[in-house]
């Protein structure tokens, strides 16, 4: 999978699920400072993240302030992606 399907299909969820304008929000923007995302809200997203893109998040990436961001989660994604590539 391609960093552009990654980060689109973040992006929809994001945006179906949180109401959140990516065309008013920057990529990187930080989702929790700006209230679109709660700690409920995360647990969502964890979720979705894990099953759709069949990986497991660990609490290192749970903490990391990259999981905040659009940007910063589908770089996340793209890693966990390309470790279970390497390790298959």
Do not use: W
């Not at 993240?49 to 903490?63: R, S």
Request: a negative charge.
């Amino acid at each position: 999978m391609d960093a552009q399907t990654v980060n689109e299909t973040i992006r929809r969820f994001l945006s179906e699920s949180f109401m959140i304008d990516f065309d008013r929000v920057a990529a990187d923007a930080d989702l929790f400072e700006a209230k679109y995302l709660d700690s409920f809200g995360f647990v969502d997203l964890v979720t979705f993240l894990e099953q759709t893109f069949a990986i497991k998040l660990t609490e290192t990436d749970l903490a990391e302030p990259a999981m905040g961001s659009l940007a910063g989660m589908g770089c996340l994604v793209l890693r966990h992606i390309a470790e279970r590539g390497a390790a298959a």
